[in-house]
C-alpha cells in the first residue's frame, strides 16, 4: 500500500456536504497526495463515508484516522474492512481509536479502560464470523495511539500507530516505543499565514478543542508540558509545537522534522479545519512531496 511519505488530514468528509468534497478529491489526487485521513465523531459514520471516498477517488488510498470502536461491533468492523479491501485492493487502510469519555457519552456509552477495550476488541475482530468473499490482502489495521502502552498494543497486534495532536518530541517516543519495521503515521496540522498573531488566533480553534480532552492533556503532560500551558487554547510555545504555521519553508521544515524523528507518513491538517483547504494544499504540495 502507497501512502507515500505525506498525505492530507480532514474532517471535510466526516462533516461537510458530499457534494463539497467530492470534487476536491481529483484535485488532491492531481497535486500527488496519495492518502486522505478524516475522523469519526459526531459527523459521518466512518464505513460509509470511506466507501463514497474510494468510489470517487481513483488512486487515494483511504484511512479513517480514526474509526471509532465504540460507534460499531468488532464484528462490523472486521467484516466491513473485509468488504472495501476487496471492492478496492490496496486503498483502504483501517485506523481504529477508542476516542474520548465526552464522545462515547454523547453515544449513550460507558467508556472503558482504553487499552483493555482496544484489546477486547482486537481479539473480537480476530475471532469476527464472515462469509463473504475474503478479499485477495486484507486492509491493513493501524491503532491511534500516545501513551506507551497503546503503542506497545499497535506494534504486537497491527501495522503501526496513528498519533494525533503531538510535538516533533512524540514522534521520537513513538519511533522507540514502536520498534522497527512497523508504521508510524502521524497527523499535523499546519497553517499558512506568516502574521504570528493571526496565525495563532486560527491554530487555537484546534488547540482549544483537542486540549481540552483528557488523552491528548495527559500525552503532553507526559511529554513535560505543564496544565498551564495547555489550558484556555494553549500557550504560544505550546501552540507553536502543534501547529506549524508560517510560510511553505516553515510548514516543509516541521513536516521534514516529524520524518527525521522516525515518521513514515505525515498527513497534513490545514487549518482552519471544516474543508481540504486546497488553496493551501496547492502551494505545500510542491515543496511537501518530494521530501
Same mark, same amino acid.
Given at each position: 500500500?502507497? *501512502?507515500?511519505?505525506?498525505? *492530507?488530514?480532514?474532517?471535510?468528509?466526516?462533516?461537510?456536504?458530499? #457534494? *463539497?468534497?467530492?470534487?476536491?478529491?481529483?484535485?488532491?489526487?492531481?497535486?500527488?497526495?496519495?492518502?486522505?485521513?478524516?475522523?469519526?465523531?459526531?459527523?459521518?459514520?466512518?464505513?460509509?463515508? #470511506?466507501?463514497?471516498?474510494?468510489?470517487?477517488?481513483?488512486?487515494?488510498?483511504?484511512?479513517?484516522?480514526?474509526?471509532?470502536?465504540?460507534?460499531?461491533?468488532?464484528? #462490523?468492523?472486521?467484516?466491513?474492512?473485509?468488504?472495501?479491501?476487496?471492492?478496492?485492493?490496496?486503498?483502504?487502510?483501517?485506523?481504529?481509536?477508542?476516542?474520548?469519555?465526552?464522545?462515547?457519552?454523547?453515544?449513550?456509552?460507558?467508556?472503558?479502560?482504553?487499552?483493555?477495550?482496544?484489546?477486547?476488541?482486537?481479539?473480537?475482530?480476530?475471532?469476527?464470523?464472515?462469509?463473504?468473499?475474503?478479499?485477495?490482502?486484507?486492509?491493513?489495521?493501524?491503532?491511534?495511539?500516545?501513551?506507551?502502552?497503546?503503542?506497545?498494543?499497535?506494534?504486537?497486534?497491527?501495522?503501526?500507530?496513528?498519533?494525533?495532536?503531538?510535538?516533533?518530541?512524540?514522534?521520537?517516543?513513538?519511533?522507540?516505543?514502536?520498534?522497527?519495521?512497523?508504521?508510524?503515521? *502521524?497527523?499535523?496540522?499546519?497553517?499558512?499565514?506568516?502574521?504570528?498573531?493571526?496565525?495563532?488566533?486560527?491554530?487555537?480553534?484546534?488547540?482549544?478543542?483537542?486540549?481540552?480532552?483528557?488523552?491528548?492533556?495527559?500525552?503532553?503532560?507526559?511529554?513535560?508540558?505543564?496544565?498551564?500551558?495547555?489550558?484556555?487554547?494553549?500557550?504560544?510555545?505550546?501552540?507553536?509545537?502543534?501547529? #506549524?504555521?508560517?510560510?511553505?519553508?516553515?510548514?516543509?521544515?516541521?513536516?521534514?522534522?516529524?520524518?527525521?524523528?522516525?515518521?513514515?507518513?505525515?498527513?497534513?491538517?490545514?487549518?482552519?479545519?471544516?474543508?481540504?483547504?486546497?488553496?493551501?494544499?496547492?502551494?505545500?504540495?510542491?515543496?511537501?512531496?518530494?521530501?
Amino acid at each position: 500500500m502507497n *501512502v507515500g511519505r505525506v498525505g *492530507v488530514w480532514s474532517n471535510a468528509p466526516s462533516l461537510a456536504a458530499a #457534494a *463539497v468534497f467530492r470534487g476536491q478529491l481529483a484535485e488532491i489526487e492531481e497535486l500527488g497526495f496519495r492518502a486522505v485521513w478524516y475522523p469519526e465523531g459526531a459527523g459521518k459514520e466512518s464505513f460509509s463515508t #470511506a466507501a463514497l471516498l474510494l468510489a470517487w477517488s481513483e488512486r487515494l488510498v483511504v484511512a479513517p484516522g480514526i474509526a471509532n470502536v465504540y460507534a460499531r461491533d468488532a464484528m #462490523a468492523a472486521a467484516n466491513g474492512s473485509r468488504a472495501l479491501a476487496d471492492a478496492y485492493p490496496g486503498r483502504f487502510l483501517l485506523g481504529l481509536g477508542v476516542s474520548h469519555a465526552p464522545s462515547i457519552a454523547a453515544r449513550g456509552q460507558d467508556y472503558g479502560r482504553p487499552l483493555a477495550t482496544m484489546r477486547a476488541y482486537l481479539d473480537a475482530m480476530d475471532a469476527a464470523v464472515y462469509r463473504g468473499h475474503e478479499p485477495a490482502e486484507p486492509a491493513p489495521l493501524i491503532l491511534a495511539a500516545l501513551g506507551p502502552r497503546m503503542l506497545e498494543l499497535a506494534a504486537e497486534r497491527t501495522i503501526g500507530a496513528h498519533p494525533y495532536f503531538v510535538p516533533v518530541e512524540h514522534t521520537a517516543f513513538a519511533r522507540e516505543r514502536l520498534g522497527p519495521g512497523k508504521q508510524l503515521m *502521524v497527523e499535523q496540522a499546519v497553517v499558512l499565514e506568516t502574521d504570528p498573531t493571526r496565525a495563532r488566533e486560527i491554530a487555537r480553534e484546534y488547540t482549544g478543542y483537542y486540549g481540552s480532552l483528557d488523552n491528548y492533556r495527559r500525552n503532553l503532560m507526559r511529554l513535560g508540558w505543564e496544565e498551564a500551558e495547555i489550558d484556555d487554547g494553549g500557550s504560544d510555545r505550546l501552540v507553536d509545537a502543534l501547529v #506549524a504555521w508560517g510560510d511553505v519553508e516553515a510548514v516543509r521544515a516541521r513536516v521534514a522534522a516529524h520524518l527525521e524523528a522516525g515518521a513514515d507518513h505525515v498527513c497534513i491538517q490545514p487549518l482552519p479545519a471544516g474543508d481540504f483547504r486546497l488553496d493551501q494544499l496547492r502551494e505545500l504540495a510542491p515543496a511537501l512531496l518530494d521530501l
